[in-house]
């Protein structure tokens, strides 16, 4: 009896980002649509900057190529402003999603006024004052992260605490990033989860404080990444530290949440409405 041969994979369908810009519009909305779908049989690729004539026609012989070579017709989501450029992407061998086709005839109808149909109005800066922020909120969290700095902790609109490795740096640097946040964070040493009091530093600012957790199992693995091996990644280590957290959080009443399974995005929202700070976009 001979062995079979191993059967194929099926080949995923592509799915296409298009843009004028840098195609963090598309990507957003069309892999938000993905996620109702299994989100494994799709290949997904971004064009930024199709923004000529010719571009958008190299674009749809791409497109029209990956077509031919899958058998399986591609999904293209756009947000491509120019409908000189728009005529040439609706020619691709896709399902094409003109994600302005679809939101704009009716806001324009509502409104009863036409779209400007400015390009790149969705990730410019629309209000310098606004972008000055963002900067300085994002170099405030540089500035104070993991504990580099203490000085100056009174600007802070929010101060994560956690053990080493929980989510603390992404957190502030997407809170300054997105929202102009002011956000600074501290690593809980073993000496300050062996103490009974919140460290000394951090005493002034109880308000601002906010703790996170994780799953011992997970932060085992993330540890195990950097050092694998070491005590500092063993799950008897780990699982002390987070256990240690959640009762100095719990004693100071200072509110906390586990992100095992949560995204940055989310994490941010959370620290966001428990403290009643705004979501600001750009």
């Known amino acids: 009896m001979t062995d079979s041969a191993p059967a194929e994979s099926a080949p995923k369908r592509s799915v296409f980002y ?76 896709a399902l094409f999603m003109d994600l302005f086709d679809r939101f704009v005839p009716a806001m324009e109808d509502e409104l009863a006024v036409k779209a400007t149909n400015r390009v790149g109005r969705a990730h410019g800066i629309p209000d310098q004052q606004v972008y000055d922020t963002r900067i300085d909120a994002m170099n405030f969290a540089l500035k104070f992260d993991d504990g580099m700095s203490y000085d ?22 997407y809170m300054a990033m997105q929202h ?34 994780i799953d011992p199992e997970r932060l085992h693995n993330i540890r195990s990444e950097r050092r694998r091996g070491s005590s500092y990644a063993a799950l008897p280590q780990v699982t002390f530290e987070l256990r240690a957290a959640e009762s100095l959080y719990k004693r100071h ?18 620290i966001m409405q428990e403290k009643g700070m705004r979501r600001r976009s750009f």
Do not use: W
């Open 180 to 213: 102009g946040i002011f956000a600074a964070n501290y690593p809980l040493t073993e000496e300050d989860l062996e103490s009974t009091q919140l460290p000394k530093q951090l005493r002034p600012f109880k308000e601002k404080l906010y703790g996170l957790s």
């Open 253 to 270: 009443k200072i509110p906390f949440t586990t992100t095992t399974n949560m995204s940055i995005e989310e994490i941010a929202t959370m």
């Open 18 to 93: 298009l843009s004028d810009r840098t195609g963090i519009t598309s990507e957003t909305l069309g892999a938000t649509l993905l996620t109702q779908f299994d989100e494994d049989s799709f290949k997904q690729s971004t064009l930024p900057f199709v923004n000529t004539v010719e571009k958008a026609r190299s674009a749809v012989e791409y497109i029209n190529h990956t077509a031919r070579q899958s058998g399986l017709k591609p999904i293209v989501f756009s947000t491509t402003i120019d409908e000189d450029i728009r005529k040439i992407l609706r020619d691709a061998e």
């Open 152 to 173: 100056g902790y009174e600007k802070a609109q929010v101060i994560l605490i956690a053990p080493s490795r929980c989510g603390k740096t992404p957190a502030c640097v």
